[in-house]
């Protein structure tokens, strides 16, 4: 990975999570229920993975569909990989559709007061990983020199407030475009 990307202003927020990233929230997401995927395109592997199971409403901000904009009118639970630049944004709307939600993000963010903040009165939990998850930046590949780790910060969706797993990685690289 290029230092200009490492040490970049934030535009290159637009990174994919690839399947191993995905695969260990799919188990705490009830099969009835409808999934709305704020941050992500058809070829996501949160749709394509949740889909499985669940219906999946995806949305993204190119195609006019901005998450401070744009609600489905019928949807359960988000879950979704949002960007990690200007973080408290996101959660703040998260916690206020009072539902259920797991959205990936960096585990340096429990080093700032914002999640103190916010989760205070409704709880935050964590699906945490023993790997650092390789996200895949546009027409690229996955990379192995991720500079942090990521979690899944939850509200009102695991059973309970830290969870582990393993991520498997085999068969990483490609993303469908």
């Known amino acids: 990975m290029k230092k200009d990307v490492l040490y970049s202003s934030g535009n290159n927020d637009e990174c994919y999570t690839p399947f191993y990233g995905v695969s260990p929230i799919i188990e705490f997401i009830p099969s009835n229920k409808v999934v709305w995927c704020p941050f992500d395109k058809p070829h996501s592997e949160f749709v394509k993975q949740i889909s499985v199971n669940n219906k999946v409403i995806h949305s993204h901000l190119e195609d006019g569909k901005d998450f401070f904009d744009y609600e489905p009118d019928n949807w359960d639970v988000i879950v979704s990989n949002p960007p990690f630049k200007g973080k408290r944004q996101f959660f703040e709307p ?31 939990q964590l699906l945490m990983f023993d790997k650092r998850i390789e996200f895949i930046q546009p027409y690229a590949k996955a990379t192995n020199k991720v500079t942090f780790s990521s979690s899944y910060y939850c509200c009102d969706f695991l059973p309970s407030d830290i969870v582990m797993r393993k991520l498997n990685k085999v068969g990483l690289g490609k993303l469908p475009l």
Do not use: C
């Not at 916690?95 to 585990?107: D, E, G, I």
């Not at 340096?108 to 999640?115: E, F, G, K, Q, V």
């Open 94 to 124: 998260a916690l206020s559709f009072n539902k259920p939600f797991a959205l990936l993000m960096t585990n340096t963010w429990l080093n700032d007061s914002a999640p103190v903040q916010l989760f205070a009165e409704r709880g935050l």
